[in-house]
């Protein structure tokens, strides 16, 4: 039970770093702030969310659990709100401003 | 070398980089910058000596850390008061740097108006 | 070569790489993103320095506080006229040859151990359970010196006076000019309404854990000035002006607490600052309770600056 879990935890984290990974290189190499955000949001939502379900098992308790998963609905709410005050600025100044 | 004499010398380097940036950076909020780069390598040596006393099944020593951080506290209260002078210089002068073109007083000084 | 060695070299490779980037940055707002950037990078080195309540002080105070104050120094010093008197490069050169020095002599020092190592943890373990205190760090900074905090507290507010007499005679007791960015059913206004009760809960959260477990009253104040200033900037609040007396009286009254339960030590225990048997874990968390609004209304004032325009009556 616990190598399965363990397991688990591996591949869960592993899948979100590669959307961690995948977001970066979308933040590097997209033309213009608008894509670069779009490819920040993949970052918070799947990415996040995928290591916080990895690490679920590993948490001590049920309020453990809870936290892991208050803080990524915290980073998500923050990273939407962000997002939409960027992307208003560029929408204001153009991509560039 | 183990992980935390890794740090340490990260905090080291970071003294290093902090102190030049404060010396040869003409601008105060650079400078500013600077300063808190120095202060956080100092911190990072402090980091160091408590991860190095660790004992009494603790992780570390726990007197060097409560130092770390009564410090970033006041380098933060630093911070603000400095940053609050260089926004007051800008509003007396107009510029953001603190060389002067006509050595031998200005003629902007208007007093605490 | 195991993984955790591998994380820390490359920690420490990002660390120097953008504290590097933010002293050679041409403009200043490039500068600032790379401090804050350093700021949350280095709160994970603390992690890994088994510190846990520095990292997330340094992450709180460290990235977002001065993060916030700098930002908002660079938006205004963006229009002024400096003049871009670079420094020669033979200074340059001498002051990167001293720093290197200097940096080279702090390694010195510090690959070079005492043998033994000194600690104070077994001292500090000792007497820990007599407080009733499970985290040592809070033991150090309410039992063991607790005048360090006491000082530390009212060296906020001796900042906060120097930041409000900077302003100019004619709007002393006015209102700080924090830029407010309030538009009504905007994106921001949503966030000010939804996050503030969330902070607030995790904010006395964090200071009420703090006696057992990493947190504390400083972590909380700051999530805590975090708040305010949201709600500040997004309009739903009007900043007060610095002669209101509810403002004052809040800012006062964690030291004023610390100050009393202190003195009290000197008659019902034996000495200044000392708690009397048995009643050591209800005054430190009313300390660090009282502690918390202090600092957080104290942090918030620093970040707003100095009086800028007087209330019309």
Redesign the interface.
């Known amino acids: 039970m616990n190598l399965g879990l363990d397991i688990f935890t591996v591949s869960a984290v592993s899948a979100g770093a590669f959307f961690f990974l995948a977001g970066t290189v979308g933040l590097l190499r997209f033309p213009d702030s608008l894509t670069r955000l779009h490819a920040l949001t993949k970052v918070d939502n799947l990415g996040l969310g995928l290591v916080v379900l990895g690490l679920l098992p590993q948490a001590n308790g049920l309020f453990g659990a809870l936290k892991l998963v208050s803080i990524w609905l915290l980073v998500q709410m923050s990273g939407a709100i962000v997002t939409q005050l960027i992307a208003g600025a560029v929408r204001q100044r153009g991509p560039h401003g | 070398m183990n992980a935390a004499t890794l740090f340490g010398l990260c905090g080291a380097a970071l003294v290093g980089f902090g102190l030049y940036g404060l010396v040869t950076n003409p601008e105060p909020l650079r400078k500013i910058l600077a300063f808190n780069l120095l202060g956080s390598g100092v911190f990072l040596v402090f980091g160091l000596v408590s991860r190095r006393a660790a004992a009494a099944g603790l992780g570390g020593d726990p007197v060097p850390q409560a130092m770390v951080i009564t410090a970033i506290v006041v380098a933060f209260a630093a911070t603000a008061m400095a940053i609050a002078l260089v926004l007051r210089l800008l509003q007396e002068t107009g510029r953001s740097t603190l060389h002067v073109d006509n050595p031998g007083g200005t003629d902007t000084d208007r007093g605490n108006s | 070569m195991t993984i955790?060695?591998v994380f820390?070299?490359g920690l420490?490779v990002l660390?120097?790489g953008i504290?590097?980037s933010?002293?050679a940055a041409r403009e200043?707002f490039p500068?600032?993103i790379g401090?804050v950037v350093?700021?949350l990078l280095?709160a994970i080195?603390?992690v890994?320095?088994?510190?846990v309540?520095?990292a997330l002080?340094?992450a709180a105070?460290?990235g977002g506080?001065?993060g916030m104050?700098?930002l908002?120094?660079?938006a205004?010093?963006r229009f002024?006229?400096?003049?871009d008197?670079?420094?020669s490069l033979p200074?340059?050169l001498a002051?990167?040859v001293?720093?290197?020095l200097?940096?080279?002599g702090?390694?010195i020092a510090?690959?070079s151990?005492p043998d033994p190592?000194?600690?104070?943890?077994?001292m500090?373990?000792e007497h820990l359970a007599q407080s009733g205190l499970g985290n040592?760090?809070a033991?150090?900074?309410f039992v063991?010196?607790a005048l360090?905090?006491l000082l530390?507290k009212v060296?906020?507010i001796?900042?906060l006076l120097?930041?409000w007499s900077?302003a100019?005679?004619?709007v002393w007791g006015g209102i700080p000019g924090l830029r407010v960015y309030a538009r009504p059913g905007g994106?921001?206004t949503?966030?000010a309404q939804?996050?503030p009760p969330?902070g607030i809960v995790v904010a006395f959260y964090m200071c009420w854990v703090g006696a057992k477990e990493p947190g504390?009253a400083?972590q909380g104040g700051t999530v805590l000035a975090a708040m305010w200033l949201l709600v500040m900037i997004a309009g739903l609040k009007r900043i007060p002006s610095i002669s209101q007396s509810w403002l004052r009286l809040l800012l006062v009254v964690g030291p004023v607490i610390f100050l009393a339960i202190g003195l009290a030590g000197m008659v019902l225990a034996n000495a200044f600052l000392d708690y009397p048997a048995g009643y050591a874990k209800p005054l430190i968390v009313a300390v660090e309770v009282a502690l918390t609004l202090s600092i957080g209304v104290a942090?918030g004032m620093?970040?707003s600056?100095?009086p800028e325009r007087v209330r019309q009556p």
């Open positions: 955790l060695s820390d070299i420490v660390i120097l504290g590097a933010t002293i200043a500068a600032v401090y350093y700021g280095l080195a603390w890994r320095l088994s510190a309540d520095v002080t340094e105070i460290g506080m001065t104050l700098l908002g120094a660079v205004r010093l002024a006229e400096g003049n008197v670079r420094t200074t340059r002051a990167g001293m720093c290197a200097i940096a080279a702090l390694a510090i690959l151990p190592i000194p600690t104070l943890a077994p500090v373990m040592p760090v033991g150090v900074l063991y010196r360090d905090t530390e060296v906020l001796l900042a120097g930041v900077l100019p005679d004619s994106t921001l949503f966030l939804l996050l969330v504390g400083f942090l620093l970040a600056g100095p």
